[in-house]
Each structure stands twice: as structure tokens, then as C-alpha cells.
T-cell receptor
């Protein structure tokens, strides 16, 4: 079965370190998204991509970057982790950009000490 | 811009009916999603409304009024497993990705 997987599922890191969260989907979806979820804020969009070599900033993109070198993967990098980036991160993909249902990964819980 | 309002928490009794409301403002509208999210898990798709009216899917129904910027999710015959957060997500044609409300945490009690 096609799926979307995230790794690691849990990570603890220190302030200032670079961290990369992986996201891999096997649906061959062009559209991939990264959200973070915090209490009281719901899901907030960090970055998204509509195809290989395409990346776009979301509403909370500062301190994060993504790259899209193939259809299957959209890794999220925290260049210099900050305590404010402690959160649960969800990757998602969809078939159609404007009407397609989002399929979410299981989430990655990141703690920055 | 886009504003999405949902109640933060609701409590209901097993076997009862509960209605979770969502009001929104978008620069352009192209449908509304409802997602369910159990604690510690990923959101999963429940429904998508693009036209006005009620869409029924088993115990769950979703209603949309585009002119009022209003939607609700109706859960019937509540079960304990329905305890979860419910996320409203209107699709704004002025945005290139889906934006979610903060979600409504529903607690079903025996």
C-alpha cells in the first residue's frame, strides 16, 4: 500500500544544532507540505512544494528550509534549532494542489533543549 | 486573509448527537475540509464540502453555507472512540495550501 512516512518519530536536540526531519511518500503525489502543531495554534504551514525543484514558504517559515530533489521526499531542515521550535511536525501530501485531500504522516515530535 | 473560528472544547454523552461549528473568512472559497485527529496521531480526512447543503456519511454529516461562511460537523450516536479533535479547513483560492483552524477537542463521556 502507498504511504507517507516520517523519521525520526521522536528527537531531542540542543539549541543551535542543525536538525533534519525526513518525509517520504510512495503515492507519487506532486504536492507535499510541512506543518507544525502546537497547543492553541492548530496546524500551521511551514513550507510546501508542488513538484521537483519547487519550494514555497508558508506562514511560519523562519528558521526552516526544505528541498525537493525528487517526487518522493521533502526533508525539513532546522538550520539552528531554537527552543521555540519544540513542536510536533507533520508532513502531508496531496494529489491535486487546490482540491485534493491531504494525507498526513504520523508526525515527528521534536524537543529542543 | 483567512480567519477560522471553532470552539476550543466540547463535551457530550455517549449515544448523543453533537454539532461542531466552524465560521471562516476567505478571500476566495473553494470548498471546506473536516479532519479528525485522535490524541498523538495524525489528522485523517472526514469530509469535503464544496456546495451548500448537508453531506451525510454514516454517523457523520457535514453542512456548508457559503454565503454565511459557516460549516458544521454533526456526529450522531456518539461513541467513546469519537473523542478526538476536529479540524475545520476552508480552502482559500488566494492561498496555495490548506489552512486549518485550531480545532475543537471533543470529549465523549459514558
Amino acid at each position: 500500500d502507498a504511504e507517507i512516512t516520517q523519521s525520526p518519530r521522536h528527537k531531542i536536540t540542543e539549541t543551535g544544532r542543525q536538525v533534519t526531519l525526513a518525509c517520504h511518500q510512495t503515492w507519487n503525489h506532486n504536492n507535499m507540505f510541512w506543518y507544525r502543531q502546537d497547543l492553541g495554534h492548530g496546524l500551521r504551514l511551514i513550507h510546501y512544494s508542488y513538484g521537483v525543484q519547487d519550494t514555497n514558504k508558508g506562514e511560519v517559515s523562519d528558521g526552516y528550509s526544505v528541498s525537493r530533489s525528487n517526487t518522493e521526499d521533502l526533508p525539513l531542515t532546522l538550520e539552528s534549532a531554537a527552543s521555540s521550535q519544540t513542536s510536533v511536525y507533520f508532513c502531508a501530501s496531496s494529489e491535486r494542489s487546490n482540491t485534493g485531500e491531504l494525507f498526513f504522516g504520523e508526525g515527528s515530535r521534536l524537543t529542543v533543549l | 486573509g483567512q480567519n477560522i473560528d471553532q470552539p476550543t472544547e466540547m463535551t457530550a454523552t455517549e449515544g448523543a448527537i453533537v454539532q461542531i461549528n466552524c465560521t471562516y473568512q476567505t478571500s476566495g472559497f473553494n470548498g471546506l475540509f473536516w479532519y479528525q485527529q485522535h490524541a498523538g496521531e495524525a489528522p485523517t480526512f472526514l469530509s469535503y464540502n464544496v456546495l451548500d447543503g448537508l453531506e451525510e456519511k454514516g454517523r457523520f454529516s457535514s453542512f456548508l453555507s457559503r454565503s454565511k461562511g459557516y460549516s458544521y460537523l454533526l456526529l450522531k450516536e456518539l461513541q467513546m472512540k469519537d473523542s478526538a479533535s476536529y479540524l475545520c479547513a476552508p480552502r482559500d483560492t488566494g492561498r496555495r495550501a490548506l489552512t486549518f483552524g485550531s480545532g475543537t477537542r471533543l470529549q465523549v463521556q459514558p
